[in-house]
């Protein structure tokens, strides 16, 4: 399966942007999709999980709180949230499926500015 992210762009602070990963198959095989972040020297982190039972869960992540999982299996889509957008976090924004495919989505780019 290939993942495309996208919605990324530029935001203010304290803006919300929503992200969008789309598969090229139906996500309910893919267990999990996750979506991660990385910012520039930083290592990439996980922000949020989505099962294919259509299952959330957040790990404790810097942006924990502020950021929603979401799925339209009908768009094979998987969304992510993010609200209160602060500068620290500009980052490339990746998708990545799970078993059975482990692959990456290509990342989508977030900056925060006024």
């Known amino acids: 399966v290939q993942l495309q992210a996208s919605g990324g762009g530029l935001v203010q602070p304290g803006g919300s942007l929503r992200l969008a990963c789309t598969a090229s198959g139906s996500i309910d095989s893919i267990n999990p999709i996750t979506w991660h972040r990385q910012a520039p020297g930083k290592q990439r982190e996980l922000l949020a999980r989505?099962?294919?039972?259509?299952?959330?869960?957040y790990p404790d992540s810097t942006m924990k709180g502020r950021v929603t999982i979401s799925r339209d299996v009908n768009k094979n889509t998987v969304y992510l949230q993010i609200d209160t957008l602060k500068p620290e976090d500009a980052a490339v924004y990746y998708c990545y499926a799970g078993p059975p495919y482990y692959s990456w989505g290509q990342g989508t780019q977030v900056t925060v500015s006024s």
């Open positions: 989505m099962t294919s039972y259509g299952i959330a869960s």
